[in-house]
């Protein structure tokens, strides 16, 4: 069974950093896309980022492009999303999801997802 954990949400300061690792268990995460979704209080789910299997290939919604990144430690099969420059209207619940492959392809689909983690940015 595919289980994915993420940690590291908090409370911080505009222009401050958060890191979020995101783990798996049930998987050899690494043979795998992933991403990073957000949803703050009245909006949809959105994807802030996402990385390829081998990682050479990441996207980014453009309001996070230049602040946000996603690397992945294949020694540790966990992914993470590096948050820099934050900003108040990145307050959200941070999810980590598994795609359906190990490339981003019309037809596939995010099917494992973690229990989210909050990050509120605020003075």
């Known amino acids: 069974q595919v289980q994915l954990v993420e940690s590291g949400g908090g409370f911080v300061q505009p222009g401050g950093s958060l890191r979020l690792p995101c783990s798996a268990s049930?998987?050899?995460?690494?043979?795998?896309?992933a991403g990073w979704f957000r949803q703050a209080p009245g909006k949809a789910r959105e994807r802030v980022a996402g990385?390829?299997?081998?990682?050479?290939?990441?996207e980014y919604t453009d309001s996070v492009k230049g602040r946000f990144t996603i690397p992945r430690d294949r020694a540790k099969n966990t992914v993470y999303l590096q948050m820099n420059d934050l900003k108040p209207e990145d307050t959200a619940v941070y999810y980590c999801?598994?795609?359906?492959?190990?490339?981003?392809?019309?037809?596939?689909?995010?099917?494992?997802w973690g229990q989210g983690t909050q990050v509120t940015v605020s003075s």
């Open positions: 990385i390829e299997w081998s990682g050479s290939t990441t």
């Open positions: 049930g998987i050899t995460f690494n043979n795998y896309a």
């Open positions: 999801a598994k795609y359906s492959g190990g490339w981003f392809r019309v037809g596939g689909s995010y099917d494992s």
